[in-house]
């Protein structure tokens, strides 16, 4: 059975050819590691560092590619803004369609005295700007968005979010999990401060690679302290960026990969990416509702979302359909509630969860129709269908 | 010219030949997010990460391999352990050998008004015992300690400081950046409550890996929140190992390596490994003894050392030595402070710094003899050999 793999917000798959080969180059070529020993291989480990800096900031709009701060992964990138800013007495604004990796850090803060707003979403997931401004108060230091919903993809306004953030001298800080690489995105236009992406999602890169865009105006405080192969001689960490928060050997071959990823979507063009992307979501919301017992969720219009689709088949266990989908089909979905129980709360679907399929650059036309064949099969068979289970 | 590779300290390379078959694998036929979604290629990932857990607790004397935390690098890992543990009015002993990775974290949280020792070490990087117990204090809380100079390679004594912290009831914390992979370590033994391991230096995996072993006894507050794929119906992060300490996607692929990494250092068993080493370092030492006008630092004496070689040539800085012997030679060395000026200190070279050598399982005699070449014809030009730059 060939496998359909729909799971790309968890992380993306299969990757380009060229994200593989680059780090495989790195490894038997280069090797070293970068900005610490001055021989070759170390100065070309440093190059490759760089061109990834370089790629990553031309997709994002980003002028400094120094501003480009590599991570772990997006959680790490989302940890540090959060905690490298938010200080007892703060007050902090973010919405009710947040990932954990924004509402745990928030959770801990709140118990350390930072005061947190939750802005209500509908049931779709859409965010009402007036509703943040409404909640803006004489400590209001930071509005934290995510870009769109890791559960239903509904596209949250930053335009206009970050508008307000300026007016009132915020800073904002968005969560681009779902949405760098596949969707345009411009720093500047948005007046975003603080931007975490994820390598290993659209931007096609492997896991273990994330990172946060840093503007020149924030002053952060870094999560980790330690060798930077810069300012050898203090023990103190330094102060400039990326360095002050890349403390330690960089995940370089891991870098090589995603830089690779990334310029593979330059080359697409990431409008192309997503006519793509918006393509197949139609494909698939169009599909969904022909289906009797499909209950969709979130704006149903593919304009208006990332390539996320979450549904339920009536009567069915989502963890059962997720199973079927998979045992059956060799469809890969990812089921529950996705690490993201406000957003569950919001829509509607909290403790049950749903089925969520994720699209990316490699889905086809051939596989929507596929999946919805199956989902289409699983209705039909209703419980009957897993008796053998 | 070919490469003679000498920075092994910084990072190892080359790798064996499984470190990159196990991540192409990973990336071309499983790729999926461990412990997120259901299916079968996110199970298959979470096996890989399992297994990796395996080799790394059977490498290191760990009981359960849950108790090992994967992290971006061993300088994650110690900020973990130390952020994680030391409150204001704590005191911490630690000694004049350690790397940035422990000084910067240590040297911030004396800001912030954990109380500081440190132990000084001889000119040769050893380390008196008895000088920890006397540092002793009532509010003592924990002894960090690097297992082995990242300079000139002085093995720590752990057994007798472990014993130390266990009858003083303290935490003992080891740097093993330079051992784990290369030197006989077991955690239950040496009494070591947190161990730091990098994962691309002697365990032979790629960058971006590294870790932390943590006791069951020790209370440990994270350094990130996020999703764990875990208890994802709460937004408070889940309290049990690893997850509690692994927030967000894992470097899967880098796992993946470092698993294949380890495997590979177990079959040939690590005492082979050790005793390669020694065996090289050994003819390096005595090498060097015989080339006029060619400082050693550090203890002489292979057996009381990590591979690692630190020398100057009498009247050459040590950057120039450097640059002429990857120029002219093709022999990577790392040259400077080694982000560690505590340790230059200590053996009276700071601010100028040395030239390092570091060994790894794949260097052969016959690399030692080329090297030992090399720098003898560079003591034989003196600065007539440099005219040309």
Not at 100 to 114: A, C, D, F, I, Q
Not at 162 to 182: H, K, P, S
Not at 190 to 218: C, R, W
Not at 301 to 322: K, R, Y
Request: hydrophobic share 40%.
């Amino acid at each position: 059975m060939s496998i359909i793999y729909m799971d790309n917000a968890a992380t993306s798959w299969p990757k380009p050819p060229e994200v593989s080969e680059a780090m495989v180059n790195f490894m038997k070529k280069t090797g070293a590691n970068p900005g610490r020993s001055g021989h070759r291989l170390s100065i070309e480990a440093g190059r490759v560092l760089y061109e990834a800096r370089e790629a990553v900031a031309s997709l994002l709009g980003i002028k400094n590619p120094m501003q480009v701060v590599f991570t772990l992964n997006v959680t790490e990138a989302l940890n540090l803004a959060l905690l490298g800013l938010l200080e007892p007495g703060d007050h902090v604004i973010t919405s009710s369609m947040e990932h954990n990796s924004v509402s745990r850090p928030l959770r801990y803060l709140e118990e350390k005295g930072v005061e947190l707003t939750i802005v209500q979403c509908s049931s779709t997931g859409h965010l009402e700007p007036q509703d943040v401004r409404t909640a803006v108060r004489a400590n209001t230091r930071m509005i934290v968005l995510t870009h769109a919903s890791n559960v239903i993809g509904t596209l949250l306004p930053l335009k206009e979010v970050g508008n307000i953030a300026r007016e009132c001298e915020l800073i904002f800080v968005v969560d681009a999990a779902q949405t760098a690489g596949c969707y345009p995105i411009d720093v500047s236009e948005l007046n975003i401060d603080l931007l975490a992406f994820a390598g290993h999602k659209a931007m096609l890169g492997p896991q273990g690679t994330g990172g946060l865009y840093v503007a020149e105006s924030v002053k952060l405080s870094p999560l980790k302290r330690g060798g930077t192969g810069s300012r050898s001689e203090f023990d103190i960490q330094p102060e400039f960026l990326p360095d002050q928060f890349e403390s330690g050997t960089p995940n370089t071959v891991g870098v090589a990969g995603l830089g690779a990823g990334v310029r593979f979507i330059l080359e697409q063009g990431v409008e192309t990416v997503r006519r793509h992307e918006v393509l197949l979501t139609k494909r698939l919301l169009d599909g969904l509702n022909e289906i009797e017992g499909v209950t969709i969720y979130g704006p149903l219009q593919a304009e208006e979302q990332a390539p996320v689709v979450a549904f339920n088949i009536n009567g069915l266990e989502p963890s059962d359909v997720g199973f079927a989908l998979d045992r059956r089909y060799g469809i890969m979905t990812r089921v529950g509630l996705h690490c993201a129980p406000w957003a569950h709360r919001t829509i509607g679907t909290y403790p049950r969860g749903t089925v969520r399929l994720s699209l990316g650059w490699f889905n086809t036309t051939q596989d929507v129709d596929y999946v919805l064949e199956a989902i289409a099969e699983l209705c039909r068979q209703g419980h009957h269908g897993f008796v053998e289970y």
